[in-house]
């Protein structure tokens, strides 16, 4: 099995992530945060990724610390669960509608970090969740787990939509790129011979 568990431990929060790559979409989340929550259930049940996450953080601050540590401790605990990338697909993308949203996020676990992040919400904030940190969960994930990653939001005028969108897209896009290429059955999907 693909597991890792990371604890991550800073003067402004504390992050568990339990995480099982092979999982069926099980998911438990105590973050502080609902709208991150529920956008973490998008990755767990359409990547069918397990994932248990607890966070405390400073949240009398503002969701900063929380969100960019959360993406970081998951990219460590991914890097750590995702082995030495033999006969893995390594590439994945998708397109996701939901309404009159739609995303595209297209991924390679190349070993090298990297975000194009091109998302112009409707609106600054869905709730009292700030958007402007999805960038920093991703910018912390792709730092940690060393995967190059490009989102796009192509359409949308509800920023939950757009959001959501951006959400399950990565989580199958996910999916598809770790996935076994059954040609590739041992091999490196690199010329590299390594990632």
Known sequence: MRTAKVIRNTLETQISVELNLDGTGLARFETGLPFLDHMLDQIARHGLLDLDIIAKGDLHIDAHHTVEDLGI??????????????????????YVPLDEALSRVVLDLSGRPGLVFNCEFVRGTIGSFDVDLFHEFFQGFVNHALVTLHIDNLAGSNAHHQAETIFKAFGRALRMALEPDTRMAGMMPSTKGVL
């Open 73 to 94: 401790t998951l990219g460590q605990a991914f890097n750590n669960a995702v082995g030495d990338k033999k006969g893995l697909t390594r590439y994945g993308h998708a």
